[in-house]
């Protein structure tokens, strides 16, 4: 599922419509062909859904996926009256093309099963607090509100991703973790860190952090941390800063361990990077500092 959270950082969703719904005993919807995307999230009381031929039985903790083109037919148990979040969507994936210039939008199927039962409580709490603040955006006529209902969507979808990881240690609970500790990473970059310091930090083993850390983000704690060390970095660069500045600017004493790093991470010598103009312009670097 890495790459269907990794497919989030490109795709442009279109919120439709948004909806916290509280059914009657009578409640029931069909559809005979949706020409949007749907997702529930259903949080008390029990539903038949059908999508096209597949009829299951739907329970508090389930989240549902209809695509476009499906049919659809919902009804509630009458004895526990269904509640559920929903979202109608559509969406696209905007490509760049380096060689020609220009945008295509394209389209790749969202991963995401009919039924999936969010066993962890942590981010079955998590899903609920973010549908309702959707929901709430919604309906709040602010502005920029399409802006945000697209973040708090986007959060909503990575979240479902995360959960279906087949793995015991990454839970939500290990989740928050890591990303307290990828938090102090960004304030504390230009420090020595070791594994060791963040794993005490964390409250476990250095080789249950490591693990736990990978199993999130992809990337080992050193890998990530040096990340964020080369990225500072090239704006350093681009501001200006003597490639020897900028080492120790980003946690390098050694100023070729720094350079042989960056190299490593970037594809070109801190140097060479300095020295080649950003996009947007040809503006050189010294004028850029005598600015300053």
Request: with cysteine; net charge neutral; hydrophobic share 35%.
């Amino acid at each position: 599922m890495d790459s269907a959270r990794n497919l989030l950082q490109n795709i442009f969703f279109d919120i439709g419509m948004v909806i916290n719904r509280h059914t009657s005993a009578e409640w029931r919807y069909t559809e005979k062909k949706l020409t949007h995307y749907n997702i529930m999230f259903v949080y008390d009381g029990e539903g038949v859904f059908i999508r096209n031929d597949e009829k299951r039985i739907v329970r508090s903790g389930d989240f549902v996926f209809y695509r476009s083109g499906d049919s659809r037919s919902i009804s509630t148990n009458p004895d526990r009256l269904l509640k559920c979040y929903g979202v109608n969507f559509t969406y696209t994936v905007p490509i760049f093309s380096n060689s020609t210039g220009e945008w295509s939008l394209e389209h790749e199927e969202l991963p995401i099963d009919f039924i999936t039962n969010i066993k962890d409580e942590y981010i079955c709490e998590k899903l609920m607090s973010l549908f309702d603040k959707l929901f709430r955006v919604h309906i709040s006529g602010i502005g920029l509100k399409n802006q945000e209902e697209r973040k708090i969507f986007v959060d909503i979808l990575d979240l479902y991703f995360f959960s279906v990881k087949k793995d015991n240690d990454i839970n939500y609970a290990n989740k928050i973790r890591i990303e307290s500790i990828i938090h102090y990473m960004t304030v504390h970059f230009a420090e020595r860190i070791s594994v060791e310091e963040l794993a005490a930090q964390s409250g476990v083993s250095v080789s249950y952090f490591v693990r736990i850390f990978k199993g999130i983000t992809n990337q080992t704690p050193i890998t990530y941390l040096n990340n964020i060390r080369m990225n500072k970095a090239k704006q350093l660069l681009a501001d200006g800063c003597s490639v020897m500045e900028t080492a120790e600017m980003t946690g390098f004493s050694d100023i070729y361990y720094f350079s042989r790093t960056f190299k490593k991470y970037v594809g070109v010598s801190p140097s060479l990077y300095a020295s080649t103009p950003m996009p947007g312009g040809s503006i050189d670097i010294n004028k850029r500092r005598n600015k300053n």
